[in-house]
């Protein structure tokens, strides 16, 4: 959002702060339908809304750091093969 074109409240809702936090809350509540339906203990849902957290800053430093991932052609281009 251009910082110019926006009042505060409507930055408020579109932060990254805000988009995590609404993420959160879905999948708590993924787990809370998951333990109505007796896939995951109830008690496991209490234990999890106690410690779910997330820092902006961490995801941000992780984002910054190179991905490794399983589907990378470098083994199959490997001149030692």
């Given at each position: 959002?251009?910082?110019r074109?926006?009042?505060?409240?409507?930055?408020?809702?579109?932060?990254?702060?805000?988009?995590?936090?609404?993420w959160?809350?879905?999948e708590i509540a993924?787990?809370?339908?998951?333990?109505?339906?007796?896939?995951?203990?109830?008690e496991?849902?209490a234990?999890?809304?106690?410690?779910?957290?997330?820092?902006?800053?961490r995801?941000?430093?992780?984002?910054?750091?190179?991905?490794?991932?399983?589907?990378?052609?470098?083994?199959?281009?490997s001149?030692?093969?």
């Amino acid at each position: 959002m251009i910082d110019r074109l926006h009042i505060p409240e409507m930055g408020a809702l579109w932060s990254e702060e805000t988009k995590f936090q609404k993420w959160l809350d879905v999948e708590i509540a993924v787990c809370e339908v998951h333990a109505e339906m007796g896939t995951i203990p109830r008690e496991a849902v209490a234990e999890i809304k106690a410690r779910a957290s997330f820092s902006v800053a961490r995801i941000n430093e992780d984002r910054r750091r190179p991905q490794i991932t399983m589907s990378s052609p470098l083994p199959l281009i490997s001149p030692n093969r």
